[in-house]
């Protein structure tokens, strides 16, 4: 019987700085989760926003470009990892398209926070949401300075839709990492709210409701340490401050109120600028 191979990790390079940090960062996942790598480089059409006809000898040109920026991402990933596996693919097409092809076809889509070109374009508006608010996998937005490993993951919790897709990313994570989970739950309320609630009956406390919440997830991951916190406070600012000292924010992609709106308007802008750590945006 034929084995199944594992899917791989996917990264998008286009030679940036920004690039090359979020191709570090997809080869230490790879090695970490025993999957290969698949760096990837979008080489859009010529006619997108120029004359209709390249000049000659474009299309060569461009194709030893793109073949330059494959084998130096390759460099990088196997550097120090000699047990690696790395892929390299040179796709042809739009790029939000193109990237939310391949999120399909991986256990996760790593992404760089600037880039060159179109790509960066990537986190500075509506393209954002176009892929990762639509991707079908894991979105990895790798943002902030190497940095020691600070050895804790913070996953942003919302009550008002499944958590599943988020808290098995971050359960499993920390697992592997061997590091500290904190569950945060952002309850932006004023203090009026707050006593008419806890006057109503049928209220139930955030934090009860967050540690009933997470009791099955510590029956099935003992080894995993994990920490409480509710917050009243806006979710960007909660979910940004809490990422100075994460090595990983894991965030949910859709729902409604608090966290769960995270990915639709200005918080989902917020967090992705202002984070400084790598994101993971996950579909739920």
């Known amino acids: 019987m034929n084995e199944i191979s594992p899917e791989p990790v996917i990264v998008g390079t286009d030679g940036s700085p920004a690039s090359h940090a979020a191709v570090a960062w997809a080869a230490d996942e790879a090695l970490r989760t025993g999957r290969p790598l698949r760096i990837v480089h979008v080489q859009e059409p010529w006619t997108l926003g120029l004359p209709d006809i390249p000049p000659p000898m474009a299309d060569e040109a461009r194709a030893v470009e793109s073949r330059e920026i494959l084998d130096e991402a ?46 960066a374009e990537l986190l500075l508006g509506s393209t954002t949401l176009r892929v990762a608010g639509h991707a079908a996998r894991p979105v990895v ?32 994570a920390a697992r592997r990492r061997g590091s500290r989970l904190r569950a945060v739950h952002a309850w932006d309320v004023t203090d009026t709210f707050a006593r ?68 639709l308007g200005s918080v989902g802008h917020a967090v992705l600028h202002h984070a400084r750590c790598p994101v993971v945006i996950v579909p739920v």
């Open 74 to 119: 390759a460099a990088l990933a196997a550097k120090g990892r000699p047990e690696l596996t790395v892929q390299t693919e040179n796709i042809q097409g739009e790029t939000v398209r193109a990237l939310r092809l391949l999120a399909e076809r991986g256990g996760e889509l790593v992404l760089g926070s600037r880039g060159r070109g179109r790509f």
């Open 196 to 263: 008419q609630a806890a006057e109503d009956p049928s209220f139930v406390d955030p934090l009860d409701r967050l540690t009933e919440l997470l009791e099955s997830w510590r029956v099935r991951y003992p080894d995993v340490k994990v920490a409480e916190e509710i917050v009243n406070a806006h979710p960007a600012a909660v979910l940004s401050e809490s990422s100075a000292d994460a090595d990983l924010l894991v965030v949910g992609t859709h729902g409604r109120g608090s966290l769960g709106s995270l990915l």
């Open 141 to 172: 937005v790798v943002r902030g300075e190497p940095a020691t490993r600070r050895g804790e993951i913070v996953v942003g919790v919302a009550f008002d839709h499944d958590p599943t897709g988020p808290l098995t990313y971050a359960f499993e």
